[in-house]
């Protein structure tokens, strides 16, 4: 039998209130991250626009987006802009990536961070549920390679495939 995912919140036993990093290190620069409106992608949004870099995070749901990015430029001073896209369908990150040049004309960074689970036993997930998982995944992360790519070369910039 499977172990239950525990529901506690993990607690840092570090000051995560310093940063080893320059302030302002991304002063300038322009964070394009998919599945960066929750979990560790949001944090890693928050970080470096903490660090000075705008953002856009893209997701598939727009509420969820909003609220995120309102939060993160209220607690960090920057801007972040939410992007509803689904990672699975070019088209629609071709326009997330259209509307962060329109907003900041640049992309230095990018987190393909967007991911696709089930909390449950390999016997529970069908294979339907498991192609979703790998389209989200696998061919997110291509599709969002390959529509942002053009730009981050320009910039002499990186993709991180979390």
Same mark, same amino acid.
């Given at each position: @039998? ?7 919140? #993990? ?5 995560? $209130? !310093? $940063? ?17 409106? $929750?979990?560790?992608?949001?944090? @890693?949004?928050?970080? @470096? ?18 609220? %995120?990015?309102?939060?993160? *430029? *209220? ?5 972040? &802009?939410? %992007? ?15 509307? !962060? ?9 990018? &987190?393909?961070?967007? %991911?696709?689970?089930?909390? %449950?036993? &390999? ?10 998982? @790998?389209?989200?995944? !696998?061919?997110?992360? #291509?599709?969002? &390679?390959?529509?942002?790519?053009? #730009? ?11």
């Amino acid at each position: @039998m499977a172990p239950t995912p525990s529901t506690t919140p #993990y607690t840092s036993p570090y000051n995560l $209130s !310093t $940063s080893t990093f320059k302030d302002n290190i991304f002063d300038g620069k322009v964070l394009f991250c998919t599945g960066g409106g $929750s979990g560790i992608c949001k944090g @890693m949004v928050e970080a @470096m626009m903490k660090h000075g870099a705008n953002a856009t995070i893209v997701g598939r749901k727009l509420d969820r987006l909003t609220s %995120a990015a309102k939060e993160l *430029s *209220s607690s960090t001073g920057r801007k972040c &802009i939410p %992007a509803q896209a689904d990672v699975r369908k070019p088209e629609q990150l071709r326009a997330a990536v259209d509307a !962060t040049i329109s907003e900041y004309g640049h992309i230095d960074f990018v &987190i393909c961070g967007a %991911a696709g689970n089930f909390l %449950a036993p &390999i016997e529970g997930v069908s294979e339907n549920g498991f192609r979703t998982v @790998m389209e989200i995944d !696998t061919l997110g992360t #291509y599709h969002t &390679i390959k529509a942002t790519l053009p #730009y981050v070369r320009e910039q002499h910039g990186m993709v991180y495939n979390e």
